[in-house]
């Protein structure tokens, strides 16, 4: 406890530090990854937007940035990080890995939900005139709307995970305070603790994540 104590001040900048990573990411997911995986259903054949040749491009895009090994993939964006944000080093040039592969991660799983979708929403929604904008916001979305929060919440859970490893990078958080501070340093009692808080934030982001996911679902 008193180490625990001693280091308290660099406990909350590494957990201030994870939820900047994540939050940011959380948020390229939602105004990037909602879209990205809406259109990647949508140009499908059949599909309101069906577009081939645009479809596959993006399908492998996407499948090529979620099949990168995450830091081989943190490595390779050193450049562009540098010219997106002055620097390739620090907790904000973290989030630019992180929320490129946040936004092909929840793309993919925004692109399944709404594949579990009954054609027949679509059908029904065509027959009684509805635009395209309110067959995608009051029919796809209203319908997919269990499976967009929890792959949202599964996704979060992964970009908690990712952030782990941006010490490689000066990203910070609580996974490089746990390798700094507790692994090199032999401090077991700093490694259980960070690795507990940890379990805990996970727990707490699946549990709530869940709940709202079965009060959203119809079916239940």
């Given at each position: 406890m008193e180490k625990i104590i001693a280091y308290q001040s660099e406990i909350w900048m590494a957990i201030g530090q994870t939820f900047t990573m994540v939050g940011?990411?959380?948020?390229?997911?939602?105004?990037?990854?909602?879209?990205?995986?809406?259109?990647?259903?949508?140009?499908?054949?059949?599909?309101?937007?069906?577009?081939?040749?645009?479809?596959?491009?993006?399908?492998?895009?996407?499948?090529?940035?979620?099949?990168?090994?995450?830091?081989?993939?943190?490595?390779?964006?050193?450049?562009?990080?540098?010219?997106?944000?002055?620097?390739?080093?620090?907790?904000?040039?973290?989030?630019?890995?992180?929320?490129?592969?946040?936004?092909?991660?929840?793309?993919?799983?925004?692109?399944?939900?709404?594949?579990?979708?009954?054609?027949?929403?679509?059908?029904?929604?065509?027959?009684?005139?509805?635009?395209?904008?309110?067959?995608?916001?009051?029919?796809?979305?209203?319908?997919?709307?269990?499976?967009?929060?929890?792959?949202?919440?599964?996704?979060?859970?992964?970009?908690?995970?990712?952030?782990?490893?941006?010490?490689?990078?000066?990203?910070?958080?609580?996974?490089?305070?746990?390798?700094?501070?507790?692994?090199?340093?032999?401090?077991?009692?700093?490694?259980?603790?960070?690795?507990?808080?940890?379990?805990?934030?996970?727990?707490?982001?699946?549990?709530?994540?869940?709940?709202?996911?079965?009060?959203?679902?119809?079916?239940?």
């Amino acid at each position: 406890m008193e180490k625990i104590i001693a280091y308290q001040s660099e406990i909350w900048m590494a957990i201030g530090q994870t939820f900047t990573m994540v939050g940011i990411s959380i948020l390229a997911a939602v105004l990037v990854g909602l879209p990205l995986g809406t259109y990647l259903y949508l140009s499908r054949s059949g599909n309101l937007y069906e577009n081939k040749v645009l479809f596959t491009i993006l399908d492998t895009l996407v499948n090529i940035i979620r099949s990168f090994p995450f830091l081989l993939l943190v490595v390779f964006l050193i450049p562009f990080t540098r010219w997106v944000v002055g620097t390739a080093i620090g907790t904000i040039a973290a989030t630019v890995p992180l929320s490129i592969i946040s936004i092909a991660y929840y793309a993919r799983l925004v692109e399944q939900s709404l594949l579990d979708v009954p054609k027949g929403i679509t059908e029904a929604a065509i027959a009684m005139g509805a635009t395209k904008n309110q067959i995608i916001f009051k029919f796809l979305y209203r319908e997919a709307r269990s499976g967009l929060v929890f792959g949202l919440t599964t996704a979060t859970i992964s970009f908690i995970s990712y952030s782990t490893v941006m010490g490689i990078v000066g990203g910070g958080g609580v996974g490089d305070f746990a390798i700094r501070y507790g692994y090199q340093r032999f401090e077991t009692e700093l490694m259980t603790f960070t690795i507990i808080m940890m379990i805990i934030l996970v727990q707490a982001i699946q549990v709530t994540g869940t709940a709202i996911s079965k009060r959203l679902d119809k079916r239940s």
